[in-house]
């Protein structure tokens, strides 16, 4: 073999060895995960409350019979407005209209008995002054008179027990107002307490919302709010807080308070749906808030990533223990585990590991 041959192939061998070589030295690109990131600071805003409740009316009255009987007259429809004293709703009267005559015919002929026995006992009396007849006379006298009198004033108690009994067998309004419910029908039997009509007096309208025990004790009478209800064009209204409920409700374990509306609009109806702002300086706090979304929790106990910086662009992240406070409409307080001005990631944290580079975004 030449020399020139020996030449080539050493060249072309050590050519191929550095080939191998560099190929080594490649190294695979990293991928750095991007996520989203905000810098905590602390809140000295106002905290506002919203709550959803319904609209009811503010006067609303439930009417019913206090005694049974069968519905013989109905002189309303829902929506109809009525004056104080209308007669609303009548039950059948008939058997009471036959009783109190049979009672007035009764009175009737008592109070002629004792018109009689009267009469008898004051000519009886002159006669026993002038010793004409006996005490025994006498006495037999005044106890007739006496009968009468009892008898007749048990027939006038009767009579008017009974045109008692009369009035409750109607409703009449008491006080103007719109029906808002008619619930019986024309020769339908119902029983006393049933409710039978329910009317709203005037124009007011109140939202009955519910609230948790954190905020109770933040709210009173007297208390301004915002009220909004989505289903109008002209939307927003002012509130008073009217009545704060002092006991809990065992079924839902929240209090009601009731809203009267200051400004009503003449579209308003009962059972609209309404959302209820709650802002008072009783709710200023100064607190680090978080997004929801920032939060995991690990066996009971929460915990954010914190970002720690590399560069401009990229950081580490640390999973890190917080406590937290309270939830509200702009987030959830954190009590302990983060300064102002820490970078935390607020998204994607389900596929996050610790200490894992982040691009930040």
């Known amino acids: 073999m030449n020399i020139n041959k020996i030449v080539v192939y050493i060249l072309f061998f050590s050519s191929l060895f550095l080939v191998a070589c560099s190929s080594k030295h490649v190294q695979k690109k990293e991928f750095i995960r991007p996520v989203e990131f905000i810098t905590v600071s602390t809140s000295h805003d106002q905290i506002s409350e919203i709550y959803t409740g319904n609209i009811q009316a503010e006067n609303g009255i439930i009417l019913s019979f206090s005694t049974g009987g069968i519905i013989s007259q109905i002189n309303v429809n829902v929506g109809d407005r009525v004056v104080k004293n209308d007669l609303l709703v009548a039950l059948d009267q008939k058997q009471t209209m036959l009783s109190v005559e049979k009672a007035n015919s009764q009175k009737a002929n008592l109070k002629s008995s004792l018109q009689l026995a009267n009469s008898n006992f004051k000519r009886i009396q002159q006669l026993y002054v002038k010793d004409n007849i006996s005490l025994n006379d006498f006495e ?11 008898q007749y004033d048990s027939a006038c108690k009767e009579v008017d027990l009974l045109l008692d009994k009369k009035k409750f067998e109607t409703i009449v309004a008491p006080i103007s107002g719109i029906i808002a419910e008619v619930n019986v029908e024309k020769n339908e039997t119902v029983s006393a307490g049933n409710t039978i009509i329910r009317m709203n007096g005037g124009n007011g309208f109140e939202v009955v919302v519910n609230v948790p025990d954190r905020l109770i004790n933040k709210v009173k009478r007297g208390d301004y709010v915002d009220v909004n209800i989505p289903s109008l064009d002209n939307n927003d209204f002012k509130g008073i807080i009217t009545e704060v409920a002092p006991n809990i409700n065992k079924s839902t374990s929240l209090y009601e308070l009731k809203v009267k509306l200051k400004n009503p609009s003449v579209n308003i109806r009962e059972g609209m749906v309404a959302k209820v702002l709650f802002h008072n300086p009783r709710f200023h706090q100064s607190s680090i808030k978080i997004p929801i979304t920032s939060v995991i929790e690990l066996n009971k106990r929460h915990y954010v990533f914190k970002l720690e910086p590399i560069n401009d662009s990229i950081a580490v992240a640390h999973l890190s223990a917080i406590t937290i406070g309270e939830y509200f409409n702009q987030g959830i ?27 930040l975004k």
Request: no cysteine; glycine share 6%.
């Open 140 to 150: 037999i006298a005044r106890n007739k008179l006496s009968n009468a009198k009892s």
């Open 333 to 359: 307080q954190v009590k302990e585990g983060l300064k102002e001005d820490e970078l935390i990631a607020t998204a994607g944290l389900r596929t996050l590991m610790d200490e894992q580079k982040v691009l």
